[in-house]
């Protein structure tokens, strides 16, 4: 069997440029590119390579095909939450969606969303005013009403009809992206029930129509559980009750997510035979116990994965799917550094042991 080392060389490994890149100039990956904010990503990233290195799992591909059908009156769901832990994909998410609906001439060349637009019986991605808002770049001596992205709808205190106003004003469906609320509320202290009265009624307006809606995130790890559940409640008792959704949900959507951001080719059949060659070792050890997932999370061994997604998880403030892609893909550029100045590698996996 080939180690790492031999495999990269075949190009049967084959990384994204920009950890290629970051290895041959000796760089680290700049911090932009796994921006933790929405603003962030909406202002840094390139909408093509952000689609092509996204992997639709489950329940963000059952997510956007009931945004899509919604922004073109087809079902009448008008909330969605995005109740997850810190880094769990929320973030990306919103920044997907947006990307979609705003750079629609790149997002129609991509297969992934053709396919989804099938799956919707639709062929165009339909014209939506975007308005994407994170929490923290709002000012906290304002209320909501009084926020730029908000006061169309809320004009002079808002209520259910100014927001239906704005949007038939407007001549198409509004889709908001709401990312970081929970940190604007909690810094505007004693204001934060008059803040939540406010996106109650947007939220209600929202609802009236046949195709506008709202995504907002609510981390569930968030550190004041008592606004969680509050904001998290209030949209549980409208009468359109809010659709819930992780967008990362379980090991296998966190291998395919680790495969998609940072390789741009594994050979399949060079991971089955990686897989094999793992089990041989192990079962003449003795280790019977620990011979799966070897060609799921191949290149990177198992216990590798393990250790960030189930022991640095436990670090308060570490961001999860966020945080162990940022991890790996700085191993993944000193390994690569490593491969050019002709290093070699023990096994075709890289190992805990190979980590600086």
Known sequence: MQTFDELVKAKKVKFRNYIESAAEKGKEIA???????????????N???????????????ELIINVLERVSSINDQPIFILDTVMGGGKTHTLAYIYFM??????????????????????????EVDVIAVDGNELDVRLGLHEQEPFKPFLINGGNKQSVLNEINRRGRPVLFLLDEMLDYFVKRGEKFNEDLAYLKTLAEGLAETKNSALIISIPSDFSDWTKYKTVKDLFGTMHRRAMLYQPVKGADDLYAIIRKQLFEEVDSQTAKEAAEYAKRVYYKEGLKDKMENFELTFPFHPDLIEIMSERLSRFENFQKTRGILKLLASISVDVLKRVYNGEKFET???TPADVD
């Open 31 to 45: 911090d932009t590119f796994f921006a933790e904010s929405l603003s962030g990503l909406i202002k840094n990233a």
């Open 47 to 61: 909408p093509r390579d952000f689609f092509s290195r996204t992997e639709l799992v489950p329940n963000l591909k």
């Open 101 to 126: 609906f705003n750079d629609r001439a790149t997002a129609i060349t991509q297969n992934d969303i053709v396919n989804l637009l099938r799956k919707a019986n639709m062929q165009q991605i339909p």
């Open 348 to 350: 075709p996996f890289i």
